[in-house]
């Protein structure tokens, strides 16, 4: 065990991780109806990562707001981009600090379209313009913003991901969706993401003004083990970009939340597209944050609109004294392997 400030107990592993902070600097600069500059991002590279501050987390930041971006989405890609902006402004104007944006926000959520709206957000600049805007947006505003997840192409391959940029500006990390949505539901939804994405290889834990934030897309949303990693690891809040659909979504969208929160003791936020009915994929929508005894703190309906609530960590240690899970785990008997933590030395 491990006692950070504020007398906070998480549960480490014997190893240290790996973040998932690769990636190479990004020049980024667009054309778009809103002023922008060229921004150099420092590479961070895990050989240049010491793996052993993945042992304790960063001082906790005071209470603090969040603004969930529940975002309309269309065939406008240039649209889109501006509209998501003008959401992020509105949500840092209401006192936001830290902004979560749905997945798949610049494009339609279609294989048909993945490869249509892709960006190399490697290479930056008008290469990504949707990236180049959560840039310049987060080092205006001064927030750390959760881009949501928008198509990647690097390669020949196409990715799910999530990108975070903090208060500066700069790219701290990069989230591609390790959990495929592939599913069939004989007379109510049959999607499969493989047809067109490949699966990322990394879980993505990243320090933050706002504290550490483990990412998840969606479909990651469902796999308990990748939440375990993040509270292992010493994430104070999980988010989760998802899209979910209208057979699953009025069943688990909001229960598997609340799992997770309840079970790790930690925040958990999602955010997803408004609904559309007549698009090809129709969305749940209800955004939602919730808090580390399960209890959901704010959601919404499926209509386009901004959530901003407060989030405050001291009531993680309130939660963890309350129900000493870590403590009470049988170690003896089970164990969580974080098979990243253990290839690292």
Same mark, same amino acid.
């Given at each position: 065990?491990?006692?950070?400030?504020?007398?906070?107990?998480?549960?480490?592993?014997?190893?240290?991780?790996?973040?998932?902070?690769?990636?190479?600097?990004?020049?980024?600069?667009?054309?778009?109806?809103?002023?922008?500059?060229?921004?150099?991002?420092?590479?961070?590279?895990?050989?240049?990562?010491?793996?052993?501050?993945?042992?304790?987390?960063?001082?906790?930041?005071?209470?603090?707001?969040?603004?969930?971006?529940?975002?309309?989405?269309?065939?406008?890609?240039?649209?889109?981009?501006?509209?998501?902006?003008?959401?992020?402004?509105?949500?840092?104007?209401?006192?936001?600090?830290l902004v979560l944006l749905p997945e798949i926000w610049?494009?339609?959520?279609?294989?048909?379209?993945?490869?249509?709206?892709?960006?190399?957000?490697?290479?930056?600049?008008?290469? !990504? @313009?949707?990236?180049?805007?959560? =840039?310049?947006?987060?080092?205006?505003?001064?927030? &750390?913003? %959760? #881009?949501?997840?928008?198509?990647?192409?690097?390669?020949?391959?196409?990715?799910?991901?999530?990108?975070?940029?903090?208060?500066?500006?700069?790219?701290?990390?990069?989230?591609?969706?390790?959990?495929?949505?592939?599913?069939?539901?004989?007379?109510?939804?049959?999607?499969?993401?493989?047809?067109?994405?490949?699966?990322?290889?990394?879980?993505?834990?990243?320090?933050?003004?706002?504290?550490?934030?483990?990412?998840?897309?969606?479909?990651?949303?469902?796999?308990?083990?990748?939440?375990?990693?993040?509270?292992?690891?010493?994430?104070?809040?999980?988010?989760?970009?998802?899209?979910?659909?209208?057979?699953?979504?009025?069943?688990?969208?909001?229960?598997?939340?609340?799992?997770?929160?309840?079970?790790?003791?930690?925040?958990?936020?999602?955010? !997803? @597209?408004?609904?559309?009915?007549? =698009?090809?994929?129709?969305?749940?929508?209800?955004? &939602?944050? %919730? #808090?580390?005894?399960?209890?959901?703190?704010?959601?919404?309906?499926?209509?386009?609109?901004?959530?901003?609530?407060?989030?405050?960590?001291?009531?993680?240690?309130?939660?963890?004294?309350?129900?000493?899970?870590?403590?009470?785990?049988?170690?003896?008997?089970?164990?969580?392997?974080?098979?990243?933590?253990?290839?690292?030395?």
């Amino acid at each position: 065990m491990l006692t950070i400030s504020k007398n906070l107990t998480f549960i480490t592993l014997s190893r240290p991780s790996l973040l998932n902070l690769n990636h190479t600097p990004f020049n980024s600069t667009t054309k778009l109806p809103f002023p922008t500059k060229a921004f150099s991002f420092t590479p961070m590279a895990s050989s240049s990562y010491n793996p052993e501050q993945a042992r304790a987390p960063p001082a906790l930041p005071l209470p603090f707001k969040i603004g969930l971006c529940q975002l309309s989405v269309t065939n406008d890609k240039e649209r889109n981009i501006v509209h998501a902006r003008k959401a992020i402004e509105e949500a840092a104007e209401k006192g936001a600090k830290l902004v979560l944006l749905p997945e798949i926000w610049n494009s339609p959520y279609s294989n048909d379209c993945f490869p249509v709206y892709a960006e190399d957000i490697d290479a930056g600049g008008d290469a !990504s @313009p949707s990236t180049a805007m959560l =840039s310049e947006a987060a080092r205006v505003l001064k927030i &750390t913003i %959760v #881009g949501g997840s928008i198509p990647e192409r690097s390669g020949d391959k196409l990715y799910n991901a999530c990108c975070v940029f903090g208060a500066d500006g700069k790219l701290k990390a990069k989230h591609r969706k390790i959990h495929l949505f592939d599913i069939d539901i004989p007379g109510k939804i049959t999607f499969i993401e493989s047809k067109t994405l490949t699966a990322g290889q990394t879980p993505t834990i990243v320090d933050t003004d706002v504290g550490r934030i483990g990412i998840g897309i969606c479909y990651d949303l469902r796999f308990q083990e990748l939440a375990m990693i993040y509270a292992a690891r010493g994430a104070h809040l999980l988010c989760y970009p998802g899209a979910f659909n209208m057979t699953t979504g009025p069943l688990h969208w909001e229960l598997l939340q609340r799992a997770r929160a309840a079970d790790n003791q930690l925040y958990v936020a999602t955010c !997803s @597209p408004a609904r559309d009915t007549e =698009s090809g994929y129709v969305a749940w929508g209800h955004s &939602t944050l %919730v #808090g580390p005894f399960g209890e959901v703190l704010a959601t919404t309906e499926h209509e386009e609109t901004i959530i901003i609530a407060e989030i405050d960590y001291s009531t993680v240690e309130l939660r963890r004294t309350n129900l000493p899970l870590q403590k009470q785990r049988r170690g003896d008997l089970y164990q969580l392997v974080d098979v990243q933590r253990l290839n690292s030395k």
